[in-house]
């Protein structure tokens, strides 16, 4: 344990200064030798509305260092149980978002092939597709918590095939998912159809509509996500326009009556005990939000994801 | 149907493109033809804290730009159903409020002669007075769901019978209002005394503090309001401040305490079935949210309102 | 009852003009004569993230222009009770904190001997550990109503004992408080360990933890809070940060998963029947809340803490 | 000396602290006994783009806090020469601009028989004329100093004769200027006619467009002006929208090509030795500045008109 | 004359209110029977560093509004002279770099066809290069006045050779200049080598650096262009980024030592008597200027445009 | 050459991806090895106003990311003459500003110790007198061009001899200036009294008020100043409220009148052919200007002073 990379405490340089890692952890030039790695996309090629997820990555690391190592509502202490750093940013080609694509996909191929699990810090939603394909390449097809308040699952958009709105009906052509274990949580507002939200049911996947879900805790529903999961490999992607707008409001396609900030981190707790393969943390636009408040809890759901990954115990009675 | 206006879609013209009307609707110069109409009304010299309503009508249009067509949650499509256009903006004497209600009184009378039903984009509440008055004309007394963190039924502010605070009351003097039908929902904050909220009551007046339904669904409520007003006409005014400013930041006379986005979209889709003849959306000051997410969300409750109107069918279950 | 301070009313002057004191009270130049006093103490300089709460009470006394005399919600009126006014600021020494230690003390031995009961406008949570000094030389120790993401009870931060992460700690050290009556509210978040809030509870205080009041109403909790604590001299200590960031953005240390603005609501009503000696609303940074809502809620919180002071009777029915 | 008022200084109350009047002066209920006063208008009614100046007053003041009374430049030491104080604001009906108009002058009137010379904080620009009518009363006709990026001269607006675009011309009415001694400076900008701006000279205004002084230094243009006018009698009337946005970003009206604030600071500075009686600085809009700059600079123009009234030396060679 | 489209006047609709087209002129479905027309291309997918042009077209003509017909410094009155319109926007391939290139350069094709000067609206700078293409087709290869910070001359951006760095070079290998006559102005800041400038120099380019205009009235330069470009076909391109930040905060990449707005009034007012074929005003990011300041800057140099087109007279002196 | 730290290029990753180090530049645990290193303070507990500049570092960094490395006005090429790199933040005690002074100082001695030449970012302008009392150990008392609205020579501030105002009075008292070459410039605005800007003078310093250099050009100052100078040690300190806050809005003690970005960028190049050993930049207060602007000026400041350390070739001719 004492070889294990620390977060830079606040005891030893003010939490105003000091690296603008993800935590204040050491950064690294490869996922080798880490159990889990922080990686950015800074990406918003994909979006169709407000831009700005380009610089998610930069303001979620700032906004991260308030994060101590103990989380005092589970108990769990992953800096005790996981080597985990900062391996930076994939260079996306900010000027085509096809090649942006391979490339992303590129990178995740060798950071999986260290055996790191990634946690992603994005960048706009097309980002989860080809990591999806990465992950795929390694575990098969994986289970799917996909937590946003779009379905994402659009044929296409403006007539393209690859956009934020797209990655999962992609992901699902690729065979990257176990369709009986896909579930959507938080998805509403407006459509086209009532096909932007049935097709996925149509595969299998199981769709709660944030109606459903209003004024509750969302322990019961992990619950029921876990023992429907099991042991399988699942991929954890979770857009923060799922949130209400005033919960986050610095993202680009904002569709009020979302989730809560309570909700949100009962999903990410709820997925203690799952076999986590990756995690994303997506579509955070710090010029709609110059406070940086919601980057920080993009920040604090991505340490969440750190808690519950394989090999970190909950100490604490689990609350859901 | 083939003939109804349609908003411009996503896959024609990118979302952050295209005219800045309501839901990038066709613009129109008049109600003629039509079943129903968005109206602006660019005012804020009836309030008296923070101004910027004035603004509000071009930032709720500018933000209207992600609303696609379809309701996801109640199966509403209004477009299939109703002839709608944004038919632009009151000309209001922004030096004279006096003669600013006349002009709005006028105005409405133009429009309702049409047979167009009424969507209102403010500005300051003071709009709802004169809207009520051209409502009477048409329909006699009406019912009236009033959603709001403020009674506004001052008989003067600062010895003045015409402001923001003061519509309801006069609307009551002019016999505009059911008594027996009106609503008052989320009402709070500090006042002078107990008759800021009692005086309607007596009056017959429903009135729902927002203490008594926090943390609540508000189906059941909308419920026994559906079953109080039945098929009177029915006018359903909401300001924004109702909400929560975690919810509705940008607004001029912030009240903490308030309703969530939750409770409000359970309000108007709670509407669904009732014989609405018009409706507002009162109260965005965009200065107070540079975000635009105030804005955003009057914008969703707008489209919201068009859902429900009478000839709208609501396919999916109700949720409430 | 005439002859007590009364707020400069809305129809006097407009609501944006007057006197920027606390609620447009009268300016006093000490708090001889008066029942209760509202005190600026404009410090940030114990604070460890964020800046900003130096201009903190400036910025709740301008947003303060709203409240009227009344209290909707609970039927107090405590100005026809109390003799109020704004006794301005403690003159801190910025350069040197634990200077400013001395002075906050030393000015409340002066505001306590006048036998009025301060309102404490901050400022960083310091500033809360020179006041329960000064309040135990009037009191002896205290009971204390703690709401706050976090527990502020370190030994050290960064090797200092005065830090706004110290104050109950140094407190406790103090003899000030009574600790089978100390309840901590809302806490959360990262630490670096369970002792972050298990501490407390081996000295015999009650921390309720965020996660366990998610979705509630607070009415049970603060029934049983009031029934411990008895007629037993308490004081109420408010960290804006105990609010979720959706309802209070304007802070330095924020973390998600926090309190309602309906939840603070019901805790400093249920307040009523105590024997409340003073109350502090602390941690609001105006730069990280341009649009003043986050010190609006703060002017909120400290008249309703002046509604429930011994003296003011609750009309109406407690709702919790 | 000794017994003239002092702006709170900074080694005995933070700047960040103590009263929020202009410089942290003394309140005062009325003018009686002092030689000159800042008084708000809190106003924007008046004004046909954003608005917002409302709130002026109020940030003017806070962001005065860091004035000392020592003028660097000039020498100038105005609180040893005159007994100044903060009378508070005007009680304008914000309901109707007419009505604020008979208000303001009303509240004049009673000022000036006091023989207090009144420093202006705005609100917008339609208070000019009322205040000028006030000063014939005392000063007959006066000649005029009017900085601005619009002439004001406006025979009505939106068929309106008060307006913030109009004053000028209503002063005019009222006899109220000595037309060969008023002196427009920095009109820019788009307009209806040649007569925008021709108008007043015709009535023998001296007219100096913006274009015509880009890149230069005021001084020689000042020692004209004080030249022209003599002793005669003299109102400065400084509209902050004069400034480029640039370096005043924060009014409604908005034109770019302005003045910059050496040029401003030229202009007010070059106003020493003139016979002044009265000054506004007007049109600060606060929510388009939340940096509070631009009612900073507003605040640091108000003292240096200060600095030049009569009675006040410039100790420092003139520098221009 | 009379049935020329004129600007909605602020005597007939409030200026925040009205449709939100350029100017609130009159919305054109095509550029027929047009002398020229407002045309935007939302875009912003070409740019390498802050996004956010994609939102440039809707807020220049927000901040629009406020424009009158009549220039005051010139005496230019543009729709007594030209038929004028706002064409909407293009409706480029947001996910789609290269496909939106084509789709501008469709459009242009369609709008030179109808003889129509097209005045554009950005987005980012990308789009001059179709622009050019388009124009060549009709005029042949053009001059050029190109004011910038930049030289936007890359042979390709992370190995791109579409990019908002790279339309004059593009331009340049599709022989749409007249070398002899392109001037660039406003070049500063760091690059990769001196070759940045020189390869323009080297082409026959005549480069001003911002360093060698300090302080400078511009007209010289103007007489000078103006002498050089005769009667030639010629292009004004214009990027708010050739302004210092301090005049145009909203931008993406961001230069100090810049232009003011003194000099770029210069500049395009010193375009009249040249045969302009087209114009456009680029790099307007509004998330980055939430005041709407620099979009009005940019609002104001378009309006200016279309005053030096010809074919509208300038009756004043050239102050130049 | 080869083997010299480059910045990390666009080509290689977008400018908004990458480290967040100054012109993601390697990070370096210590200076050894280096011949010029950035710095970071992140301190604001001296400021006597608004704080914030503890941001400063980190906002200074990510601003830094357009950075290109050839300057291309000079034709400065610092990094093929220099080893330059990014050493990290001073671990100041924000509790305690006398033991942050210490520890700033300790840090200084170490980082002088390795040679290399160190250019700090603060950070409030306290840090400037331990970096001089290190700087004197090394080199004796130097030279000093201080760039500044502000003279800080107060004897204390509240009583305190540590803090934002003092630094020059304290380093004057420690022997740490070579007073017959130490220049103010930018000095302006209020004061208690003459002796704020006489007291240097009285020292033999050379103080340049802002008013003499209005409108100006600085080469032939900055000529002046070079040949006063010679080849004597100095110190540069740049603090950025020397700028107008048109310039540069975000910083805490904001006085109009000031400098351009024109002029400061001529006061820093003009430093070309001294003998610097040591430069800094302070009081950025990123809380105040959202944009990124003011530290991205501070940045380009930064940049520029590397461009001009002995040793680094200026290849244009000087234009000043």
Not at 24 to 48: E, K, N, Q
Not at 137 to 145: E, M, N, S, T
Not at 295 to 305: H, P, Q, R, V
């Amino acid at each position: 344990m004492t070889n294990l990379n620390q977060p830079l405490g606040g005891n030893e340089m003010p939490r105003f200064g000091g690296p603008a890692t993800m935590m204040r952890l050491p950064a690294a030039d490869s996922a080798a030798g880490l159990d889990a790695c922080f990686v950015g996309i800074p990406m918003d090629i994909g979006t169709s509305n407000r831009p700005g997820t380009r610089l998610g990555p930069r303001q979620i690391r700032d906004e991260s260092r308030m994060l101590r190592p103990y989380n005092m509502a589970t108990g769990a202490a992953p800096f005790e149980h996981l080597q985990v750093a900062d391996i930076g940013d994939v260079a996306i080609n900010t000027f085509d978002l096809r090649d942006s694509v391979r490339r992303i996909e590129a990178h995740y191929d060798t950071v999986l092939a260290t055996g790191a699990l990634p946690l992603t810090l994005g960048g706009d939603h097309t980002l989860t597709w080809p990591i999806l394909r990465a992950m795929r390449k390694i575990h098969g097809p994986v289970a799917l918590i996909h937590v946003d308040a779009h379905a994402d699952i659009n044929e296409h958009m403006f007539g393209e095939t690859v956009a934020h709105g797209c990655p999962f009906r992609r992901a699902w052509e690729d065979d990257c998912l176990l369709n009986e274990h896909v579930f959507q949580i938080g998805l509403r507002g407006t459509g086209y159809s009532p096909d932007d939200f049935d097709w996925g049911r149509q595969q299998g996947w199981t769709v709660i509509q944030a109606e459903e879900i209003w004024y509750k805790s969302l322990a019961p529903l992990m619950e029921r996500v876990r023992a429907a999961i099991g042991d399988r490999p699942v991929y954890l992607s979770f857009d923060i326009d799922s949130l209400d707008p005033a919960f986050a409001p610095g993202t680009g396609t904002v569709e009020p009556g979302g989730l809560s900030t309570w909700q949100a981190l009962e999903i990410v707790r709820g997925c203690a005990g799952l076999n986590l393969v990756g995690c994303d943390l997506v579509e955070v636009s710090p010029p709609f939000d110059p406070s940086g408040n919601t980057a920080l809890i993009g920040a604090n759901l991505l340490y969440e994801m750190l808690c519950v990954l394989p090999g970190v115990p909950q100490t604490n009675d689990r609350k859901d």
